[in-house]
């Protein structure tokens, strides 16, 4: 192929800039309107010539008519910010090619031809990260959903699957690592300083898989045997100094390797297996073929600088983007509204590695407060959308909880129902019948129909309908039988006034209250709005434990007595079932008060003292091991509070959680100090009882700083020098961080100082601050945006100080100041990163939830970034919906 580069200069190009900032109301893409591709790209050869500030880029594509297209003649390529420095149809260079919007056109006789583009690119301009980027002197590429149309032009949609070859030639010194998808077939010096490669991806795949990374990096390499005897390198690439700390990632690896081979049957199919971290990213990671690329924050890890969590987190990335290479490369999406086909099914396949790897009910619980800390407020605000949504502005808004999360909880719930060993003939029919193709939602639910022999006729509303269903439970008891009514209501949603009913999976055990036992657990399916289920041969009336294992993505409503809720928080054999019985107690004895009505003193007293006895059953219960008592121990968060009300005043509920937990702090002292002097006695390790161990100290804290903020305050600053561990240390520095006390400046200055110039940590030092209990937050947020360390450049160091800043207390601070922040934030940074500056206005978007001053203060915000000229399409979407 001849892609000789050739010169050309930096075009500026009037149409190019008017094209980067959008009209006022983007185009809405609608999944109704989708057609087949008119031309397909079966081969694509690439030729870089690299630079920080300029790179070139020589494409040549092999195009051919669609035979399923609409037979167009017009070939339309996707471009966004680019100018073309030369086309060329079959080797001739042609002036006949028009622009639309961004997109380049050409108008072609025949069914094949070979188109040439050049390119020039500006990677270290590139502040979106999107596209080819710089990031530490090094380049790298984010392409989904749709950066490669920021490299050069090309039918950037998922359902055009091309083999790729690269070539790429740059500077020895600057970038000693060239590397690109797939293998390398070639490489070599130049007399005059730079060096070339070649990289050759045999399998098929769309522009948003591609990626290259050049620069100065060193690799922890290790290799892996797949069950069919492949040898696989696999490298791990970061910056030097920076290897000893991606072991943990390595192994991670390695077990995902081999569990997918275990569970799902999965090889990996190349000889190669490559990770880079950057720095600079706007996500977590992406899965582009043999070729990952990571935010730092998800592989650097070794005890003195990451959290137990960090260490989880790692785990569950790094095998959510390696199970990608099947569940979203081998099989890929047809279009970007079937993103939960990839995404769902990948993190449900995550959830269940991480579940094998560790504690599957913690990690469970875990997932559970995720959902309903992050997805349940989408589900139920202005943003609430079904997992395959049915149209968009900007798709990069449609990275959400509900896509991701819920997405995993549908297919979760297929497999509840099917049973693991039908699902997973089912799996493998999906992945035979579908491999090679870019598939849809429908064919990955008719693939489980057929493979496990279940009809989800009904079931595939799940994938259309948004909104949490809510689910009334209520058991009466006659005649030696217990009778369990379910009514089902899915609430409206934007475009959705009216639902239809759902099918809800629901597991359930009924316990006999005199032994504690019960005879074994059912599953129920809900498919009407309204149904009894009766369970005869109880002489008394037993305690329901109900959604077990959280087998269906639903709020209940089962009005179970505190009587109850302390039995099953006590005796539930299953473990999510035995948490949430404690999260209920809680959350019925808080809306209760917050909700205002009748309650008085004494049934506030009467509600802590059944809270403060079962607390105390969860610190004293011998058989059961730290990392679950920690679970146990923790509090419902104030947004899940405010989403059991229809308007909530956050102040009110801060007020009341934080008063519970100052009364248990101070009722539970004694119970609370020895716990955190037992677990102080356990030596580090990564071993689960060492963890659990951590994590009840930490949680001994939060109490003991609510109820005896003295105690606390010496108990902490003793932690935070005795430890020997990241998790110890920031859990201390947490609780010092929201407490009145001298010690808390000693401590944070003592953290910065020993983390000078590690990112990753000194983003914690911004976060721990900036979602802090201390009445001053707002100030300190303030001055922590003046800090030398701040910038608006770095996405996780954005995130660290403003992200952890939304959470309730200080975000709805009195008068609005921390909205105001807020839209500050979003308004500064929209032109820098506009996806990262869209992910804010969710904070915002709830105003209809809230009580009405500050309701309208959140609502002034919204319009005051809607009236600034120039918004992003990213931006501008979001903030229209949440005042819409
Ligand atoms: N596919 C990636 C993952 O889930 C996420 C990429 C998101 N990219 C974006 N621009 N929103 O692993
Ligand atoms: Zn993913």
Known sequence: MDIASRPADPVTNPEAADAATPPQAPATIRREDYQPPAWLVPETALHFTLGLDRTQVRSALQVRRNPAGDGSETLRLNGDGLV?????????????????????????????????????????????????????????????????????????????????????????????????????????????????????????????????????????????????????????????????????????????????????????????????????????????????????????????????????????????????????????????????????????????????????????????????AAQFPEDSGPLAHPIRPDSYQEISNFYTATVYNKGAEVIRMMRTMVGAERFRKATDLYFDRHDGQAATCEDFVKAIEDGAGADLGQFRLWYAQAGTPRVEARLSHADGVATLTLRQTVPPTPGQADKQAMVIPLRLALFDRSTGQHRGEELVILHEPQAEFSFAGFATRPVLSLNRGFSAPVAIDADQSNADLVFLAAHDDDPFARYEAMQQLVVQHLIALVSGGTLCAADRDAGREAIGQALAAVIDDPALDDLMRGELMILPGETYLGEQLLVADPAVIHAEREGLKAWLGAQLKDRLVALHHRASSVPYSLAAAARGARKIKTQALVYLAAGVPDVAA???????????????????????????????????????????????????????????????????????????????????????????????????????????????????????????????????????????????????????????????????????????
């Open 84 to 372: 073309p420095a030369g086309v060329w149809i079959d080797g001739e260079e042609t002036a006949e090619w028009t622009i639309d919007g961004s997109d380049l056109l050409l108008t072609l006789p025949g069914d094949a031809h070979e188109i040439g583009i050049a390119t020039d690119i500006a990677p270290s301009a590139n502040t979106q990260l999107m596209g080819l980027y710089a990031s530490n002197g090094m380049l790298c590429t984010q392409c989904e959903a749709e950066g490669f149309r920021r490299i050069t032009f090309f039918p950037d949609r998922p359902d055009v699957l091309s083999v790729y070859s690269v070539r790429m030639a740059g500077d020895k010194a600057a970038f000693p690592v060239l590397l690109s998808n797939g293998n390398c077939t070639a490489s070599g010096d130049n007399a005059d300083g730079t060096h070339w490669a070649e990289w050759h991806d045999p399998w098929p795949k769309p522009s948003y898989l591609f990626a290259l990374v050049a620069g100065d990096l060193v690799a922890n390499h290790d290799s892996f045997t797949t069950m069919s005897g492949r040898q696989v390198d696999l490298n791990i690439w970061v910056r030097d100094g920076d290897q000893d700390r991606t072991h943990h990632a390595m192994q991670a690896l390695k077990d995902s390797m081999k569990w997918d081979e275990e569970v799902f049957g999965r090889e990996y199919d190349l000889d190669l297996f490559n990770i880079v971290a950057v720095a600079d990213f706007n996500m977590g990671a992406m899965e582009n073929k043999g070729l990952n690329v990571f935010n730092t924050r998800y592989i650097l890890a070794d005890p003195d600088t990451a959290t137990d969590m960090d260490y989880d987190g790692i785990e569950g990335v790094v095998a959510h983007e390696y199970f990608h290479n099947w569940s979203g490369n081998r099989v890929t999406c047809r279009d970007w509204f079937q993103l939960s086909l990839k995404e769902g099914f990948t993190v449900l396949r995550d959830q269940l590695f991480s579940q094998d790897m560790g504690s599957a009910a913690v990690k469970r619980i875990e997932d559970v407060r995720v959902l309903r």
């Open 714 to 884: 010496q108990l902490a600053a003793q932690q935070f020098d005795d430890a020997d561990n990241m998790t110890d240390r920031q859990g201390a520095l947490m609780v010092l961080a929201g407490l009145d006390t001298p010690l808390r400046e000693v401590k944070l200055a003592a953290f910065h100082q020993r983390y000078a110039g590690n990112a990753l940590v000194i983003d914690k030092w911004f976060s721990l601050q900036a979602g802090s209990l201390h009445p001053r937050v707002v100030d300190h947020v303030r001055a922590l945006s003046q800090h030398p360390d701040f910038t608006l450049s770095n996405p996780n160091r954005v995130r660290a100080l403003y992200m952890a800043f939304t959470a309730p207390h200080a975000f709805h601070a009195d008068g609005g100041v921390g909205y105001r922040m807020i839209a500050d934030l979003i308004l500064a940074l929209d032109p820098i990163n506009p996806q990262t500056a869209a992910r804010f206005v969710a904070s915002l978007g709830r105003w209809r939830r809230i009580e009405p001053v500050r309701s309208a203060l959140m609502r002034a915000e919204l319009e005051r970034i809607a009236a600034a000229p120039g918004l992003s399409k990213d931006t501008f979407e979001q903030v229209s919906k949440s005042l819409g």
